[in-house]
């Protein structure tokens, strides 16, 4: 299969199932609100390092979790429970999304969360798109995850934790939020040990697909509905 070059039309795709094996669909472009809101709306996402272009990608298989059907260990859960961390929405989105820049998830030798990075996911973020989960221990951040909402869809982008259970606590928190507001899924981009413990599992393509286009008909692009911002990470 051929990679694509994009135009500079950011509303202009290729179709993802023309994507290589690895997932691989396209490359080139810019990262400008319109061309990610264009790319999420079609399972499509952006990652790269500082030493490649931009590259944008359709995994085949694609893991996705429900919400409500997330897994929580009977330690982490005592954890929860004790209520250890303050957890926030949308709090500092800044600081999360540094946090995980700091985090190694690999394309070439260094992070795929360059500052061209940070800065267009904060563009997303003041657009509405882009959203945070933050864990608090005393008054600092020291945890948390970032994605993106579109319809009922929330894609995963990123974790990270300066104490151990922090990313893991704000995570629950965050699915319990998604779940309560009638989100179908969370697309994990790609397969890890660490959230297949969680409970997600790999669909194919066309089957994420079709679970996306289901979750955008009639539900606002990215309806996040905040609650306040300081919510209990103790068990209903």
């Known amino acids: 299969m051929p990679v694509f070059s994009l135009t500079e039309d950011p509303m202009l795709f290729p179709r993802p199932s023309l994507a290589e094996p690895g997932g691989l669909l396209a490359v080139g472009g810019d990262l400008c609100v319109t061309r990610l809101v264009a790319a999420y709306r079609r399972g499509i996402f952006p990652w790269y390092d500082a030493d490649?272009?931009?590259?944008?990608?359709?995994?085949?298989?694609?893991?996705?979790?429900?919400?409500?059907?997330?897994?929580?260990?009977?330690?982490?859960?005592?954890?929860?429970?004790s209520g250890k961390f303050t957890v926030t929405l949308d709090e500092d989105f800044s600081g999360v999304i540094r946090g995980c820049a700091?985090?190694?998830?690999?394309?070439?030798?260094?992070?795929?969360?360059?500052?061209?990075?940070?800065?267009?996911?904060?563009?997303?973020?003041?657009?509405?798109?882009?959203?945070?989960?933050?864990?608090?221990?005393?008054?600092?951040?020291?945890?948390?995850?970032?994605?993106?909402?579109?319809?009922?869809?929330f894609f995963g982008?990123?974790?990270?934790?300066?104490?151990?259970?922090?990313?893991?606590?704000?995570?629950?928190?965050?699915?319990?939020?998604?779940?309560?507001?009638?989100?179908?899924?969370?697309?994990?981009?790609?397969?890890?040990?660490?959230?297949?413990?969680?409970?997600?599992?790999?669909?194919?393509?066309?089957?994420?697909q079709k679970r996306l286009d289901v979750a955008r008909q009639g539900e606002p692009e990215h309806d996040w509905t905040l609650a306040r911002p300081c919510m209990e990470t103790a068990d209903p």
């Open 52 to 81: 490649t272009p931009i590259l944008w990608w359709s995994p085949d298989p694609r893991p996705i979790l429900f919400p409500g059907l997330i897994h929580v260990s009977r330690r982490l859960a005592r954890t929860i429970r």
């Open 102 to 153: 700091g985090v190694s998830r690999t394309v070439g030798d260094g992070t795929w969360i360059v500052p061209e990075m940070i800065a267009a996911y904060e563009a997303l973020h003041a657009a509405g798109y882009a959203h945070s989960v933050e864990a608090w221990l005393g008054g600092e951040l020291v945890g948390g995850a970032y994605g993106v909402t579109i319809g009922r869809a």
């Open 157 to 208: 982008e990123s974790m990270f934790h300066k104490v151990a259970d922090a990313s893991k606590v704000a995570f629950v928190t965050l699915c319990r939020h998604l779940d309560g507001r009638g989100f179908h899924f969370i697309d994990c981009q790609q397969e890890t040990g660490h959230l297949a413990r969680f409970g997600a599992v790999p669909v194919r393509r066309s089957e994420f």
